[in-house]
């Protein structure tokens, strides 16, 4: 019991954001002419909120199977090197491996990517916990999206921003709470510069690489500093 609510309170800061998103991606997904199951479908086996908005146009769009990969490939790549830092907290955690590899979005990884758990609690089922937690959030609030618009007149221009807000007050949270600014700062001018060399349509992978090889390379640094703070 103590797992559980440890769990729920450290995923507070996400269902604050993703059921008003959930909500958002409802109406958007009911707008586009895709009603409660195949807003309940999406949020449960797809799970990605970014990849979710950008799926009802594709499917309203009637774009094609390789459009599809490639535009997910595209959208999710952070997950390739976001996650990599996650192998050692994952690495012995049995029957909960797969759900933890699928349910590891962004705000789970921000909440998690420190690798403390509280003392008392079964690591793995706690991380566990909070992603579930973390998913029901954005089912639930699909659910209320779905509903909503099925029964009230709303507009969906833009409702798709919901997620840039996300990302940044995501961001800002992480800025606050730690004094090791180099990670970030790392991230910002290593993406700010890929923007200006690859332009907005094609420097996001360019930006994760060369943000990972930094990292790579200043590790010691990062970590000797993190020491110094601690």
Not at 12 to 41: D, E, H, Q, S
Not at 53 to 69: D, F
Not at 190 to 213: N, Y
Request: net charge positive; charged share 10%.
């Amino acid at each position: 019991m103590k797992t559980v609510k440890a769990a729920f309170v450290k995923s507070l800061p996400v269902m604050a954001g993703y059921v008003i998103l959930g909500i958002g991606f409802g109406i958007l997904a009911w707008n586009g002419g895709y009603g409660l199951p195949w807003v309940l479908a999406m949020s449960l086996l797809i799970y990605a909120g970014s990849m979710q908005y950008v799926g009802v146009g594709l499917l309203a769009g009637g774009a094609s199977v390789l459009t599809v990969i490639l535009t997910t490939i595209m959208v999710n790549a952070r997950h390739l090197f976001y996650s990599i830092s996650m192998f050692g907290h994952y690495k012995d955690a049995g029957r909960y491996k797969p759900y933890l590899i699928f349910g590891l979005t962004d705000e789970t990884y921000s909440l998690l990517c420190d690798g403390k758990t509280p003392e008392g609690t079964d690591p793995h089922r706690f991380r566990f916990l909070v992603s579930l937690f973390n998913q029901s959030y954005w089912v639930l609030g699909s659910i209320l999206g779905s509903l909503a618009g099925s029964v009230l007149p709303f507009s969906a221009a833009g409702i798709e921003f919901s997620m840039t807000a996300l990302f940044i007050a995501s961001f800002t949270e992480q800025w606050i709470e730690t004094k090791d600014r180099l990670p970030a700062l790392t991230g910002l001018l290593g993406t700010l510069l890929c923007l200006l060399v690859f332009g907005p349509e094609g420097f996001l992978i360019p930006a994760m690489c060369l943000i990972t090889l930094l990292l790579t390379l200043f590790r010691s640094t990062i970590s000797a500093g993190r020491k110094v703070s601690e």
